[in-house]
């Protein structure tokens, strides 16, 4: 009986550690999928984007199966904490305040903070899309809108500039295209689509007040995913590598979203 009872133990323990094993070789990544063309979905509700991809490309790298888990963006790092999901790869920005609570990579992509400006203000002024944040901060007479709490009002006031605030997005935008504000400060996709809506009236300054590192997240003392992580964005940069195989799949579908640069507007600082 003490032969089959150990038998039958070590059977269930060999079980047990084939499961745990089985969790271990699946990478799951956190991200929120709904930022295109970064994490987004098909038709088919299928994960898909350039983090999809980076994602994919790591487990590669790792020889591990990644599963993508569909979680809201403020739930991200909780989720990461209390050991739902692995890493997170999704657009996530390096700040002082997270990495209280996460470790992060090496940025693998800067995300600009660019301005949406009234036409005739800019023409009045001699701006145009190429001017520099300099020229813009020299005019002492702008009217900044922006946002509560988002960088569109505490950008323009961390260099003491008064700021409208809006109470949405496209009250904002609508103020600066009919002339009640010059300037809107935001990430790259809503200051594009602020101009596409109204070409006539405003202009896209592109030089960037902010240039936000990107990065991937562990949780903190998970140094031997960490690692890995910062080799693989290594490799980034090789010929061929990650960097060239998106550009080759993306380039298209960002230079039609933002109608004057592809991936590389992203890559570099």
């Known amino acids: 009986m003490k032969k089959i009872f150990l038998f039958m ?5 060999a079980l047990m550690m084939s499961a745990c094993s089985g969790r271990g070789d699946v990478l799951r990544v956190g991200m929120d999928l709904s930022y295109p063309p970064f994490e987004t979905v098909t038709t088919d509700n299928e994960p898909m984007g350039i983090s999809v991809d ?4 790591f487990g590669l790298y790792l020889g591990r199966e990644v599963e993508i888990i569909n979680t809201d963006f403020g739930s991200l790092i909780p989720a990461l904490n209390s050991g739902e999901i692995d890493i997170i790869i999704a657009s996530m920005s390096i700040t002082a305040e997270r990495e209280l609570s996460v470790d992060f990579t090496d940025p693998y992509f800067y995300f600009k903070i660019i301005s949406l400006m009234n036409k005739t ?10 001017s520099s944040v300099d020229d813009v901060l020299a005019l002492e007479d702008v009217t900044y809108v922006g946002l509560a709490s988002q960088v569109s009002v505490t950008i323009p006031q961390s260099y003491g500039k008064t700021v409208i605030e809006a109470t949405d997005l496209g009250t904002a935008v609508e103020s600066v295209a009919q002339g009640t504000a010059d300037l809107l400060l935001m990430s790259a996709n809503p200051v594009v689509a602020g101009y596409q809506a ?3 009236d405003t202009i896209v300054l592109w030089d960037a ?5 990107i ?3 562990v949780a903190e003392g998970n140094t031997e995913l960490l690692a890995q992580a910062n080799a693989f964005i290594d490799t980034f940069s090789d010929e061929n590598g990650l960097y060239q195989v998106l550009k080759d799949q993306w380039d298209a579908v960002i230079l039609a979203e933002l109608g004057k640069y592809g991936l590389d507007f992203y890559i570099h600082e």
């Open 121 to 130: 203000y800019a023409e009045n002024n001699g701006l145009t899309e190429d």
């Open 198 to 200: 109204n070409s006539d």
């Open 9 to 13: 133990s070590l059977i269930m323990l």
């Open 209 to 213: 007040f902010v240039s936000s590192p």
């Open 54 to 57: 980076i994602a994919k490309a």
């Open 215 to 217: 990065g991937m997240a």
